[in-house]
Each structure stands twice: as C-alpha cells, then as structure tokens.
C-alpha cells in the first residue's frame, strides 16, 4: 500500500495542530520519507493549502520524477534551490507562519529566509517528521528485515573468513565487499572492527591492529536496503577462550536477552535501559556500562526513539529499536551484543537471529 499520502496527511495534520501553515523541509532523510526522492541536493515545501512542492538540480531531472511521481510538484532549478524557493512557495498566503527544520539547517541558509521576512513568519521547530517516522508501516518494517538480512548473511560469510594476522581493516573490507555482493546499498556507518584491549572502544575505527589468539574480537556494522538500515553487534572470541572471557560474554548476553524480551511499546525508554542496566549493575559491571541500551533505525542509523536512562518518552507502537547493552574494560577489551527489535503490538518482535553464544572463531 502506498503510504506517502498518509505520511503528508500526517504531516500537515501536525503542523496545523501547532498554528503552523508550511513547514520548509532540508532533512534528506526526512525529504525521502515524505516523497520518495532519495537524491543528495533537494528543498521540499509542504503547504496546508497547496500542493507539496520539491526543489533538486538538473543531476536528478531523470531520477526525481520516478521516485516522486504525483507526490509533490517537482521544480528543476537551474540555479541555488534557494533561489527557486520564493516562487516554489508562491502559494503560501502573505504573513502565513511557516515552520524550518532548526535541527537541519546550516546558519548560513538560515539567513536566507531573512530574504523573505517580510513575506512569511519563520519560526523554528524541532523533529517534527521526525516524530512520524519512528512508527514503522509495513513496507518499511519489509525493508528493515531485508537490511537485517543481508546484515546477517554477510557476517556469516566474514566469519567463516576470519583468520589470525588479518588486521582489523582487513575484516571488515571482507565484510563490506560481502555486504555489497548480498546487495546492501551501502553501510549506514563506518564498520567498527576492534580486536582484543581495543574491543575497549564503543566507537573503535577499524585499525592496521593485527588479530591475536585469546582475544575477544567485536564486529558493529550494518547493512541498507532501499535506504533502510540494520544495526547489529556480535563479539567473538579468536581461537580460544578463557572463564573470565565467558563470564563477562554471559553477562551482556542475559542483559541482551532480558531486555529485547522485555521491551514493550509504552514503555518509557528509561525503563527500557533499565532493563538491561540493572541486570549489568547487579552482577557489579555497571560502571562498564557507559552508554545508552538503543536508539532508533530506519532511514537513519541513529533515530527515534531513545533508551537511555534520561528518556521520558514512550516508546510508540511500530517503532524497531537497537538493544545493545556492553561491558568495557579499558587495556582488556569489551563485549557489546547488538539485536533489532520491533515494537509490535502484541508484544517485541525479536528481527536478528545470529547466535548470540560466544562463538570461537581464527
């Protein structure tokens, strides 16, 4: 079912809740949701009155026009889009408030809405289609499973190729090259691959690190299907493993599971962490445990909604999480298991399936 007349529908119901009468749209992501255009240079003008309105550049002339079809009037620019922008939104009514994505917009674009001033009321706002994305419809819960798909089928592969004196690099450029022949898009972030003291660093880049027999080897990537994303942590151990490895892959393990069976749309994301931190807290790890347990994915990586101790918010039904709790132990490496979950409405739906043992692997 096409769904992007229920999205802006959405849209403009929500912006004339807030007194808004347009709202100027510089997200890419946000621009994709919405219309379907996934090129890299676009304004999108959505109106309560008139017809959405996007703007691109001659790179996209061919593109926008199957991706968009009827869903905003396209307008090539010759030009800046922003020197198209003033007759794109000739329909707005003079003095009409119209709303700019704060979060998105560079200070030097800013002030050139100071251009129009006099015509329109500019007033900032924040995550406004943010908020509608982070409930999941059909066809995006299908594109996030294909992306967890590939994610999964192209570390399998990698696993197999592991061997010791590989670098880090080197794992993951046989992950991507994996990842690409499976038919990822791309990888939504750069692929952590950290060996042994390293496995330390949340956000390690892969390094010229050589693997080592004994240590823990810990692999955070994803894949993207159609722009949308997986995000998936597994570590292993290389060619042996010794108790105090075991112990503390256990732990993140449990903590894993008690929070991805656990997690319920409702639940504010501070209950959500807690389900996972507490169980790391009690078994005396809970300094080791220095980030939040999720975030968001779709379009982006890293989107709504939050599981970190500070957010209040609840968690909607349809939104698909990360549950990633971790211990770090600086100078000896760390353990992170990273799952996909979908908040249905009956309850978690659980999308990664590799194992989550400690595996051996080299």
């Given at each position: ?5 229920q999205?802006?529908?959405a849209l ?11 709202l ?34 001659f790179r ?14 396209v ?5 800046s ?22 979060a ?37 819960l299908f ?6 798909r590939?994610?999964?089928?192209a570390l ?15 794992v993951?450029g ?10 990822s ?18 956000h390690?880049r892969a390094?010229?690190?050589?693997l ?8 955070d990537?994803g ?9 998936i ?19 993140v ?5 008690s929070?991805?069976g ?7 994301g501070?209950d959500?962490?807690a389900?996972a ?8 790890y ?11 994915i ?6 709504g909604?939050?599981l970190?101790?500070t957010?209040?918010?609840?968690l909607p ?6 549950i ?5 132990r ?18 978690p739906e659980?999308l ?7 595996m051996?692997?080299?």
């Amino acid at each position: 079912m096409e769904r992007r007349p229920q999205r802006l529908g959405a849209l403009r119901a929500s912006l004339a809740e807030s007194g808004y009468d347009a709202l100027l749209v510089t997200s890419l992501p946000n621009i994709r949701y919405l219309t379907g255009f996934s090129g890299s240079n676009a304004l999108l003008v959505v109106a309560a009155e008139s017809a959405s309105v996007l703007l691109t550049d001659f790179r996209y002339a061919a593109q926008v026009g199957d991706e968009v079809g009827d869903h905003a009037r396209v307008r090539i620019e010759k030009a800046s889009l922003w020197a198209g922008l003033r007759d794109a939104m000739a329909p707005i009514p003079d003095a009409a408030r119209v709303a700019f994505e704060s979060a998105h917009l560079l200070h030097a674009d800013y002030e050139r809405l100071a251009d129009f001033a006099l015509r329109w009321q500019w007033r900032p706002t924040v995550g406004v289609v943010e908020a509608l994305r982070e409930r999941k419809d059909a066809g995006e819960l299908f594109l996030i499973r294909e992306a967890v798909r590939i994610a999964e089928a192209a570390l399998q592969r990698t696993v197999a190729e592991v061997r010791l004196g590989l670098t880090e690099r080197q794992v993951a450029g046989i992950l991507e090259h994996h990842l690409r022949d499976l038919g990822s898009d791309g990888t939504p972030f750069e692929t952590i691959v950290a060996a042994g003291e390293r496995a330390a660093l949340p956000h390690a880049r892969a390094s010229s690190r050589e693997l080592q027999g004994g240590e823990f080897l810990l692999i955070d990537f994803g894949a993207s299907h159609e722009g949308y994303c997986s995000d998936i942590t597994r570590t292993f151990a290389l060619r042996s493993v010794n108790s105090e490895m075991q112990e503390i892959h256990d732990i993140v393990r449990e903590a894993n599971l008690s929070a991805s069976g656990g997690v319920r749309a409702g639940m504010r994301g501070r209950d959500a962490d807690a389900l996972a931190r507490g169980y790391i807290d009690a078994r005396g790890y809970g300094d080791a445990f220095g980030h939040s347990l999720g975030h968001g994915i779709g379009l982006e990586v890293h989107e709504g909604p939050r599981l970190a101790k500070t957010a209040d918010a609840p968690l909607p039904v349809g939104a698909v999480v990360t549950i990633e709790p971790g211990i770090y132990r600086p100078g000896w490496g760390g353990v992170r298991i990273e799952d996909n979950v979908h908040l249905a409405a009956d309850g978690p739906e659980l999308l990664t399936s590799f194992p989550r043992e400690l595996m051996v692997i080299g």
